[in-house]
């Protein structure tokens, strides 16, 4: 299966840490994807990096990405308790649809 | 532009009934998937419509089927539901188009439809 792993499951810090999530996945990909999700609700695109580039900002998330290792990173700075809700990775393989993978659950303490 | 719309937003069937869910599209947006979520199974995919024809599908039983119309608005349909078929049911549109190859671009999605069979 292309669907991807997030490492960890679960993860709590304090309002103002760093939270870093990680992904695996299993074949070549052409983009990997980082979606959020609150609580009951639809998917939110955060961010999009080809198979080609190896890191991209967006305001305070940070993603990277290792094709040699098939996995990414995403980095969300100086955390807010709106920052609260899972996120998902999922990976573009080709003409197919996008796998999700099975999420991390970010807690941020106020 | 207005976002992904599902509608109902909750529904409470019980075993053996059949049901309709109903997305539309941001407008413009010609590609319409369907996941199903579970806690056990995370996201899922059920099938992606394109110009009223479908393009891709999971693994799903044949219960679960879609169609999408001319103004691209999609409906799925689970027949003779199982318990087990309980889930957020989420609607994800995309500006995908043909030339120039498949890809995967960002999906937008619905706030979903949140089934429970009984």
């Known amino acids: ?110 | 532009k207005a976002g992904v719309t599902q509608t109902p937003r909750y529904l409470i069937k019980t075993r053996g009934q059949q049901v309709t869910l109903s997305c539309s599209p941001i407008s413009g947006h010609r590609s319409v998937s369907w996941y199903q979520q579970t806690p056990g199974q995370g996201l899922q995919f059920l099938f992606e419509y394109f110009s009223e024809t479908q393009r891709n599908k999971g693994n799903f039983p044949g219960r679960f089927s879609g169609r999408q119309f001319s103004n691209s608005r999609s409906e799925m349909n689970v027949s003779t539901l199982e318990l087990g078929d309980s889930a957020l049911y989420l609607c994800a549109s995309s500006p995908k188009s043909w030339p120039g190859g498949w890809t995967n671009e960002k999906l937008f999605f619905g706030s979903g439809t949140q089934l429970s069979v009984l």
């Open chain 1, 1 to 110: 299966s292309q669907q991807g792993e997030e490492d960890p499951q679960a993860l709590s810090i304090q309002e103002g840490e760093n939270a870093t999530m990680n992904c695996s996945y299993k074949t070549s990909i052409n983009n990997l994807q980082w979606y959020r999700q609150n609580s009951g609700r639809g998917l939110v695109h955060l961010i999009l990096i080809r198979s080609n580039e190896r890191e991209k900002h967006s305001g305070r998330l940070r993603v990277t990405l290792d094709t040699s290792k098939k996995s990414s990173s995403l980095l969300i700075t100086a955390s807010r308790a709106a920052d609260t809700a899972s996120y998902f990775c999922a990976t573009d393989a080709g003409a197919n649809n996008l796998f999700f993978g099975t999420g991390t659950r970010l807690t941020v303490i106020p």
